[in-house]
């Protein structure tokens, strides 16, 4: 059974960092690819970002390139997401997500359907 399991959010003033991770279980996932996105209250949960778990290749939404990134450790099963130069809109509930590679679907996607298990999530708050 697959497990996607977030942790490291919390609250942070603007300006500051936060590390995610998401550790993964159940599974070899070297043929997936990770995700995070988030959901902020009120609003449809958005793409973040996404890597390759074999190749290490990355895919960023606008609004966090140049200030998240995303990374993964093979030996942990775990997958990061580096959050710097926060701000109050990038309040929300963060989610890991997995999509395995098959035909049909693009690699690194942003679309929440390609995406097969999702984690349950982990709350950042950016104040002001």
């Known amino acids: 059974q697959v497990q996607l399991v977030e942790s490291g959010g919390g609250l942070v003033q603007a300006g500051g960092s936060l590390r995610l991770s998401c550790a993964a279980s159940g599974r070899t996932f070297s043929s997936y690819v990770m995700g995070w996105f988030r959901q902020a209250p009120g609003k449809e949960r958005e793409f973040v970002a996404a890597i390759s778990w074999s190749t290490g290749s990355t895919r960023y939404a606008d609004s966090v390139k140049g200030r998240f990134t995303i990374s993964r450790d093979n030996a942990k099963n775990t997958v990061y997401l580096q959050m710097n130069s926060l701000n109050p809109e990038d309040t929300a509930v963060y989610y890991c997500?997995?999509?395995?590679?098959?035909?049909?679907?693009?690699?690194?996607?942003?679309?929440?359907?390609?995406?097969?298990?999702w984690g349950r999530g982990t709350q950042v708050t950016v104040s002001s």
């Open positions: 997500a997995a999509s395995q590679r098959r035909p049909g679907v693009p690699l690194l996607s942003s679309a929440r359907p390609h995406y097969d298990y």
